[in-house]
């Protein structure tokens, strides 16, 4: 497969002027965080045309800041893909949890924060999640065709932001470039396909307690809606 060249990558993903930066003090600003991304595409499949999708990641984060900006350093929790006409997939919380650790760095530039350049995060056949099989496995669920598929997967994002009191939020682009490994059976091995796609949405980190897991995250959502309540 061959990868988009730097230049149309950013030429693809550029975005525009925030307003005026916002920036806490750095004791403020440094500590573990719980990061989220929903990104929206359009994904074109054979016969089928094209279609709309959505994705939702939730990591965990450590941010820290100094005097050229932020750095982000960040683990996978989860991830939900929206149904594609009336297909379901999924990838297992244990696998999730073994990708590779994202590093980002953001800068002050033209009025907000800036990802100071794109940032590359991906695996190729190896065994990513640890489950015997090449790549990363995805689970299908489908009617008629049902089972695993195993990619490796490239993915080019640059994003902007801004403080709001402790919440760090903006917008984000991707470009994910995707290669079928190998599948549970003859059925998905002919309709599963290579594919580029372009991707954009929101991200937002809001602070957590140190020492913060991903198997956390569910009693801390209770206690969120417990201290919503009236």
Same mark, same amino acid.
């Given at each position: 497969?061959?990868?988009?060249?730097?230049?149309?990558?950013?030429?693809?993903?550029?975005?525009?002027?925030?307003?005026?930066?916002?920036?806490?003090?750095?004791?403020?600003?440094?500590?573990?965080?719980?990061?989220?991304?929903?990104?929206?595409?359009?994904?074109?499949?054979?016969?089928?045309?094209?279609?709309?999708?959505?994705?939702?990641?939730?990591?965990?984060?450590?941010?820290?800041?100094?005097?050229?900006?932020?750095?982000?350093? +960040?683990?996978?929790?989860?991830?939900?893909?929206?149904?594609? !006409?009336?297909?379901?997939?999924?990838?297992?919380?244990?696998?999730?949890?073994?990708?590779?650790?994202?590093?980002?760095?953001?800068?002050?530039?033209?009025?907000?924060?800036?990802?100071?350049?794109?940032?590359?995060?991906?695996?190729?056949?190896?065994?990513?999640?640890?489950?015997?099989?090449?790549?990363?496995?995805?689970?299908?669920?489908?009617? !008629?065709?049902?089972?695993?598929?195993?990619?490796?997967?490239?993915?080019?994002?640059?994003?902007?932001?801004?403080?709001?009191?402790?919440?760090?939020?903006?917008? &984000?682009?991707? &470009? &994910?470039? +995707?290669?079928?490994?190998?599948?549970?059976?003859?059925? !998905?091995?002919?309709?599963?396909?290579?594919?580029?796609?372009?991707?954009?949405?929101?991200?937002?980190?809001?602070?957590?307690?140190?020492?913060?897991?991903?198997?956390?995250?569910?009693?801390?959502?209770?206690?969120?809606?417990?201290?919503?309540?009236?």
């Amino acid at each position: 497969m061959k990868w988009p060249s730097l230049p149309a990558i950013l030429a693809a993903l550029a975005l525009g002027v925030g307003a005026a930066p916002s920036f806490p003090a750095a004791a403020e600003a440094s500590g573990a965080y719980l990061g989220t991304q929903r990104v929206r595409g359009i994904l074109k499949l054979p016969v089928l045309g094209e279609v709309d999708t959505e994705v939702t990641f939730t990591v965990l984060a450590t941010i820290q800041s100094g005097e050229e900006g932020l750095s982000i350093e +960040q683990r996978p929790c989860s991830v939900e893909f929206s149904n594609v !006409l009336g297909i379901g997939t999924a990838m297992e919380e244990a696998g999730v949890r073994r990708l590779p650790v994202e590093k980002i760095a953001f800068g002050p530039a033209e009025g907000d924060w800036r990802a100071a350049e794109p940032w590359l995060v991906g695996w190729g056949a190896e065994d990513v999640d640890a489950d015997g099989k090449p790549g990363a496995t995805v689970q299908v669920k489908a009617p !008629l065709c049902g089972g695993e598929v195993h990619v490796s997967s490239q993915t080019v994002s640059i994003a902007r932001g801004q403080w709001t009191g402790e919440t760090f939020r903006g917008r &984000v682009k991707v &470009v &994910v470039a +995707q290669k079928i490994l190998g599948a549970s059976n003859a059925c !998905l091995s002919m309709t599963a396909t290579d594919k580029r796609q372009k991707m954009s949405g929101e991200f937002e980190y809001r602070p957590v307690p140190a020492g913060t897991r991903c198997e956390d995250l569910g009693a801390l959502a209770l206690l969120a809606g417990d201290a919503e309540r009236p």
